[in-house]
Structure formats: structure tokens, C-alpha cells
């Protein structure tokens, strides 16, 4: 064959392949899965059809002959991608020891394998460095990150730093969120040591300041500053509390029962975040703490070098802990979903409502005999594990794990690399 026949033949077939993808109404058909959608209150089977990088329907049964491509889910749970509003991705940097640097990792290698598809890094970034985070890993990943703005102007650099009120200025960080309210989603105060509240007051004055809600992860316990106190009167609704069952602060009390300044701060409208972490989630609390109705609002990991080699491990493995523990599958979805998606005022984020992102995660609920670990290796049992067999982001596949939205090699052109045909190549980032 000459040259400029083999060019025209693969211009014929390109344009045949375009006419075919414009006869289709929808690019893809997520077909026969259970959907669970918190925003929605759907939990049934329904189809699910995307294009342009959007949901276009739900519905008990779409014609499949509208779709480019049609991918067979019966048999997995449908959901929104996982919003995990707890993790530290601040790398690159080179520092030791630090959350804006080595102890933090890059979200892709840890995000669509487990369904997740937006992650907001906890602090690792404050107002001087802010803008070398995005750089560095906002603007790079296919992971969409957003950031709590530490309320230090230098970041999560470890404890010397984290203790110096003079590098926490109110209107800095609140400048440097109003210039970038895009990402930054919140501020962060974390792992202060003194004795007072200058830590707290400067990140809600910070927060109020640029209409943004705090997250806290409230160091050390004293009797000056009791966990009662920052909930029922620092803090303002809508406000988060992450660690929630670490025991560290008196979440759980010395009698074995939920810190009534938890409950209080509860009907306040400060929000629980799990926060699981290397350090932050024993068995011995969240079990008295659940027993007496005390679950959380969001289900996060703390994601960083040590966490997702120990007891943490993953977004899946904690949502398959709060099964464990006797939450209801639906209510584990919406705390890893809608529910974070509105803690930091996202409502375009955790849904699958018509012509939202679509962003999806597929999952599969596996029974067997399971052990789960918390931060200090205890093992608690379970019956039901979470498992992620497909992840999209904007519509496009970013995770397969069993190939399901893919052809069988033998069913396809010998020159299958180069097809470029759509139907195969055109739903994949």
C-alpha cells in the first residue's frame, strides 16, 4: 500500500469514527449499578449517562443505543467521587520532617485507586508558600486539590513553627484567600502546644474575615483551653472539628461517655470529621463513642507517609471501618460525598444530579473476613469491604482496575495502539 493511500484510508476511517461518535447522545453509559446519592436521596439501581464531561441522565433504564459506549456496572455501587477534605499532598520541597515537604505525598498515586477524585490538603501550605503549593501540585495533578490555608503564614514545617503566634496574621491568610477562592476552601490551626487560645482566635478571625470555615486539629489537651469550650464558644457553625475520635482531647470522657461539649457543639453546627491519620482513630473511642449515636459528618484519612502504611491505609479502608462499626452503607457513601462537598461549600462536588461533574466512583462491596487496624494496631473484625473497580474524573476514566470499560485485545484491530477510535480511546484521560 502507498503512502498517500494509507493516509486516506485513515482519513476515511477517522471520519467515519467522528460521524459515529456524533450519531450518539451520550460519550458514556454506566449501566444496571446500584447509585447512591446523598444529595439526590437515591439509593436504587439506575443508569447513569455522561457527556462532555457532565451527568446527563439517572434513570431506571436509558436506551443504550445512545451511547458511545456502554460499560455493564450490575452487580456495583454507583456514587459520586469520593471528597476526602483531609489529607496532606504539600511535597516536593525537600524538607525533612514536614507536611510541606516529605512527610506529605502527591495525590495521584493515592486517589483514583481508591475512588476518590478531590482531596484538600490540611494545612500544609499558609500564606507565604501558598502559591509554590499550587505550583508545585495544584496546577499539576489530575487530582483536583483544594487547601485549608494554615493560619501560620509558613505552613505545617513542624512543631517550632507551628508555635510562633507572631507567624499567624488573621489578614495575611485571609488575603491569600480571597486571591485564590477557587482553592483554598478554609483555614487551618494544627498541633499548637500553648496553653491559651491565640491559635484558634487568629484562625477564626482569619476565617470570618474571608467568609471561610476553620478546621482544627487542637494540639495538646490543657486544662486552661478544655475541648468543651472551643465548641461550644470559639468555634462557629459550620466549623470543623477533625481527630474526632482520638481520644487525645476528652473526646471521650474518663466516665466512657461522648464529651457533652461534643453533643453541644453538635447543635451548635460544628461539624465532626473523623481524620483518621497515623496518630487519631482508636478503636477504644469511636466503638463507646458510636454506641451512644456519636458518628461522624465526614469521613476523611489524613493521608501522608505514615498513615497509609499503617493503620489508615486508604479513603476505602476508613469508610469500611465505619461499616464495621455498624453504619449503614448509605451513610457511609454520603459522609465521603455529600456531606464533605458541603463542609467546604462545594455544592458542584459530591452528587451525580443532571449536569453535575462527572466525577464517579464504582465500587464493589466484598463479604468475607476482614481485619481492620487503628492508629495504635488493635484490630477490629469485620464482614464487608469496600473495593474500587472504576474511577472518572470529568467524565473521563482515570482507573479501571479489572478493565471494564475496555475492549479484549483479540476483539480489537491489530493496530489497535493507533486506532484512535473513540468508542475505546475517547472516555480515557
Not at 449501566?31 to 451527568?55: K, N, Q, T, Y
Not at 499548637?192 to 491559635?199: H, N, V
Not at 482520638?246 to 451548635?268: F, I, T, W, Y
Amino acid at each position: 500500500m502507498t503512502k498517500g493511500l494509507a493516509l486516506a484510508l485513515h482519513a476515511m476511517m477517522s471520519t467515519a469514527v467522528s460521524a459515529s461518535a456524533a450519531d450518539h447522545r451520550y460519550d458514556l453509559l454506566l449501566e444496571g449499578g446500584h447509585v447512591i446519592d446523598a444529595r439526590s436521596d437515591l439509593s436504587a439501581v439506575r443508569d447513569v449517562a455522561i457527556v462532555d464531561g457532565r451527568i446527563a441522565a439517572v434513570a431506571p433504564e436509558i436506551d443504550s443505543a445512545e451511547a458511545l459506549r456502554v460499560v455493564d456496572v450490575s452487580g456495583l455501587y454507583v456514587t459520586p467521587g469520593l471528597v476526602d477534605i483531609h489529607t496532606h499532598v504539600y511535597t516536593g520541597t525537600g524538607e525533612r520532617g514536614s507536611y510541606a515537604g516529605d512527610n506529605s505525598v502527591y495525590p495521584d498515586g493515592h486517589t483514583f485507586r481508591v475512588g476518590v477524585t478531590t482531596v484538600v490538603d490540611a494545612g500544609g501550605a499558609g500564606w507565604r508558600n501558598f502559591e509554590d503549593f499550587k505550583d508545585r501540585v495544584v496546577d499539576r495533578s489530575k487530582t483536583r486539590v483544594l487547601a485549608f490555608l494554615n493560619i501560620i503564614g509558613g505552613g505545617m514545617r513542624g512543631l517550632p513553627h507551628e508555635q510562633d503566634l507572631r507567624d499567624m496574621e488573621p489578614s495575611s491568610a485571609a488575603e491569600m484567600g480571597a486571591k485564590h477562592p477557587d482553592t483554598i476552601v478554609g483555614i487551618k490551626t494544627a498541633h499548637y502546644g500553648g496553653r491559651d487560645w491565640g491559635a484558634v482566635e487568629r484562625a477564626v478571625a482569619a476565617g470570618s474575615t474571608a467568609g471561610l470555615p476553620v478546621m482544627v486539629d487542637f494540639g495538646d489537651d490543657f486544662p486552661e483551653r478544655p475541648l468543651a469550650t472551643l465548641l461550644t464558644e470559639k468555634l462557629r457553625p459550620g466549623d470543623i472539628y477533625t481527630h474526632c475520635y482520638s481520644g487525645r482531647r476528652q473526646e471521650l470522657g474518663a466516665d466512657g461517655h461522648v464529651n457533652p461539649g461534643m453533643v453541644e457543639g453538635r447543635k451548635r453546627g460544628v461539624i465532626f470529621d473523623v481524620g483518621h491519620g497515623g496518630g487519631s482513630f482508636f478503636w477504644r473511642v469511636a466503638v463507646p463513642m458510636v454506641k451512644e449515636g456519636f458518628w461522624p459528618d465526614s469521613i476523611s484519612t489524613d493521608l501522608h507517609i505514615n498513615s497509609m502504611n499503617s493503620g489508615m491505609k486508604d479513603q476505602l479502608n476508613v469508610m469500611s471501618k465505619f461499616l464495621a462499626l455498624g453504619m449503614g452503607l448509605d451513610d457511609v457513601i454520603a459522609t465521603s460525598t455529600w456531606n464533605p462537598a458541603r463542609e467546604i461549600n462545594r455544592d458542584e462536588l459530591g452528587h451525580l444530579s443532571v449536569g453535575a461533574l462527572a466525577d464517579v466512583a464504582v465500587l464493589r462491596l466484598e463479604t468475607g473476613s476482614f481485619g481492620f487496624i487503628d492508629a495504635y494496631g488493635a484490630r477490629l473484625d469485620g464482614t464487608r469491604k469496600l473495593v474500587c473497580e472504576l474511577t472518572l474524573r470529568d467524565g473521563k476514566v482515570v482507573y479501571d482496575l479489572n478493565g471494564i470499560t475496555r475492549e479484549h485485545w483479540d476483539d480489537l484491530p491489530p493496530d489497535y495502539k493507533m486506532t484512535g477510535d473513540p468508542r475505546w480511546d475517547g472516555i480515557w484521560r
